[in-house]
């Protein structure tokens, strides 16, 4: 697999917008955006990143733990009162999640609005992934798992960072491929 190049710096005319980026030859996978392929994308990213399980574990145990000794300490008025705070804390939460996934889709939306083009190309090492206004690689050896999620694969690598892309960017062939390797992949047969 070889990079395209990739589009210069127009730093000297900052009128100018930058050229597209570059278009990947012979893409293994094809995939083009509906109107809510960002909100998609940025509903499972952000709930993938705020709603982990065992971060809602430890979290509810926390406001168990808070409640009851909040109760032993102050009795009911004490236990309404840690109940009350968690439920703030729980609403604030709910809040700020939406917020963040408003956020999110507007800046998916640039790379996957109706009707743009994303294109890959699998290798055998790597995949290339190129979008109206992203271009970037990822090494096999880089992703600790996959994860499918109806329209959307979770790309969660060895370290804490994740990407999420369009399910269609990753057919069926390449899905298997990685799964011989011994790659864990969820949500897939």
């Known amino acids: 697999m070889t990079d395209p190049p990739l589009p210069e710096a127009n730093s000297a005319h900052p009128d100018r917008p930058l050229p597209a980026f570059p278009t990947l030859n012979d893409p293994t996978a094809t995939f083009t955006a509906g109107p809510d392929t960002?909100?998609?994308?940025?509903?499972?990213?952000?709930?993938?990143?705020?709603?982990?399980?065992?971060?809602?574990?430890w979290l509810m145990a926390y406001a168990v733990t808070i409640i009851a000794l909040a109760s032993a300490a102050w009795g009911e008025g004490g236990a309404l009162l840690a109940l009350f705070t968690v439920l703030i804390i729980a609403w604030r939460s709910w809040v700020q999640t939406q917020q963040t996934e408003k956020v999110f889709e507007q800046r998916l939306g640039r790379s996957?609005?109706?009707?743009?083009?994303?294109?890959?190309?699998?290798?055998?090492e790597a995949a290339d992934f190129a979008s109206p206004t992203t271009y970037f690689r990822l090494y096999h050896a880089d992703i600790g798992r996959l994860e499918v999620r109806g329209s959307v694969i979770v790309i969660r690598l060895r370290s804490p960072m994740f990407h999420v892309?369009?399910?269609?960017?990753?057919?069926?062939?390449?899905?298997?491929?990685?799964?011989?390797?011994?790659?864990?992949?969820?949500g897939y047969p």
């Open 38 to 57: 960002a909100g998609q994308l940025s509903r499972t990213y952000v709930r993938y990143m705020t709603f982990q399980l065992r971060r809602l574990a």
């Open 165 to 186: 892309i369009p399910r269609e960017l990753f057919p069926d062939s390449v899905l298997k491929r990685l799964s011989e390797t011994g790659l864990k992949i969820s």
């Open 112 to 124: 996957y609005a109706d009707g743009a083009v994303s294109t890959a190309r699998h290798g055998a």
